[in-house]
T-cell receptor, first 112, second 113 residues
């Protein structure tokens, strides 16, 4: 987890956009992932981006990748109460592309 | 079922006992992974199978931990002589092939008294 860093908490008003940020250190990343963990539930794969892409959009989710700064972000449009969860950023490397390295997670709280 | 199934969901046992955690991957997924997640942290890699072959066990903390997947489907993670520090959430994931996106089960929360 030390190679992937995330801010720990984010509070957002319902209806606003959320932006969750992640930085990684290894330039040999292959894929970068966002997972969502709700209380009592498993890790849900939200989206992922190949390291040679800059952006990926999937409904309310937009992933931006800045390879120069090794910065990944997840934007959630029109945030809803059901979006309250812990969001994990993760990467795989070319050297072992099966091994996910996770950040510590960002707890997102959506307030009415 | 459609997703990765893990059992038991919760396991409480006394220090020194052996425990076996089970993972049933998504049907057709040839790759299976075990991770361990401490409270307030992200999951950490333990081991990886491709079919029945254990390809990487570098994340297993010590020799009390072992895993098998004898028929290339269901996998068991075994911890012998459990210690309090083994308490954590143990997560299993599967994918179509190594390197493809991994889908996780709900995990087994292990508590060692």
């Amino acid at each position: 987890g030390e190679d992937v860093e995330q801010s720990l908490f984010l509070s957002v008003r319902e209806g606003d956009s959320s932006v969750i940020n992640c930085t990684y250190t290894d330039s040999s990343s292959t894929y970068l992932y966002w997972y969502k963990q709700e209380p009592g539930a498993g890790l849900q794969l939200l989206t992922y981006i190949f390291s040679n892409m800059d952006m990926k959009q999937d409904q309310r989710l937009t992933v931006l990748l800045n390879k120069k700064d090794k910065h990944l972000s997840l934007r959630i449009a029109d945030t809803q109460t059901g979006d309250s969860a812990i969001y994990f950023c993760a990467e795989t490397l070319r050297s072992n592309d099966y091994k996910l390295s996770f950040g510590a997670g960002t707890t997102v709280t959506v307030r009415a | 079922g459609a997703g990765v199934s893990q059992s038991p969901r919760y396991k409480v046992t006394k220090r020194g006992q052996d425990v076996a955690l089970r993972c049933d991957p998504i049907s057709g997924h040839v790759s299976l992974y075990w991770y361990r997640q401490a409270l307030g942290q992200g999951p950490e890699f333990l081991t990886y199978f491709n079919y029945e072959a254990q390809q990487d066990k570098s994340g297993l903390p010590n020799d009390r931990f072992s895993a098998e997947r004898p028929e290339g489907s269901i996998s068991t993670l075994t911890i012998q002589r459990t210690e309090q520090r083994d308490s954590a959430m143990y997560r299993c994931a599967s994918s179509g092939q190594g390197g493809q996106p991994q889908h996780f089960g709900d995990g087994t929360r292990l508590s060692i008294l």
